[in-house]
């Protein structure tokens, strides 16, 4: 089945610098990379997705970039502020195939003012 | 859009008694459900996949008739943990997508805490 590895586990970062979070995963069919942000008691919230069709899809502060033959990707955030303190989840799934998703290990990020 | 919710948000039972959790999309119908258990500071796991009219498919080591889903119609599911214990005690969280795409929206979990 499919493995996803995240690193790092953690991450601090001075307000208004960039975070990197990367994501590998083993399974060559995977075509769809969905990025989660979740806050302390709260369920995960979709900020960023990205399909294997693609190699970089930019929101904002917020980047997803693929590269599809080394099997990673990777989340930015540019211009980092406290409110972006929170567990950040990577995921991998095969589009119609009961889309069961495979995550990472969580990387919490904490934006330090 | 895509908005789940859950209910309860927390929930204290006594070992032995059952519990009842709500997940529903309140704004598109989910083909189908996910039911998620996360323990402090890991990822999220995987317990069982329900579509809608059908029984559920449970993850290895999950006990079906421990962790009864039921996915009654397109906007509801429900997870009971029946003879609750306190290893039960854990967040659990939903999820719900459409048939049109793979995205999975979130419901913000239930703290489940069995004395």
């Known amino acids: 089945g499919e493995n996803v590895e995240q690193h790092p586990s953690t991450l601090s970062v001075q307000e208004g610098d960039s975070a990197v979070i990367k994501c590998t995963y083993s399974?060559?069919?995977?075509?769809?990379f969905p990025w989660y942000k979740q806050e302390l008691g709260k369920g995960p919230q979709l900020i960023i997705d990205i399909r294997s069709n693609v190699g970089e899809k930019k929101d904002q502060r917020i980047a997803v970039t693929l590269n599809k033959t080394a099997k990673h990707f990777s989340l930015h955030i540019t211009e980092t502020q406290p409110e972006d303190s929170a567990v950040y989840f990577c995921a991998a799934s095969i589009s119609n195939t009961g889309n069961q998703f495979y995550f990472g290990t969580g990387t919490s990020l904490t934006v330090i003012p | 859009g895509a908005v789940v919710s859950q209910h309860p948000s927390w929930v204290i039972c006594k070992s032995g008694t059952s519990v009842k959790i709500e997940c529903r999309s309140l704004d598109f119908q989910a083909t189908t459900m996910f039911w998620y258990r996360q323990f402090p500071k890991q990822s999220l796991m995987l317990m069982a996949t329900?579509?809608?009219?059908?029984?559920?498919?449970?993850e290895q080591g999950v006990e079906k008739d421990k962790f009864l889903i039921n996915h009654a119609s397109l906007t509801l599911s429900t997870l009971t943990v029946t003879s609750a214990h306190p290893e039960d005690s854990s967040f659990y969280i939903c999820?719900?997508?459409?048939?049109?795409?793979?995205?999975?929206?979130f419901g913000p979990g239930t703290r489940l805490t069995v004395l």
């Open positions: 399974d060559s069919a995977s075509n769809y």
């Open positions: 999820s719900a997508r459409t048939g049109a795409t793979d995205t999975q929206y």
């Open positions: 329900s579509n809608e009219g059908s029984k559920a498919t449970y």
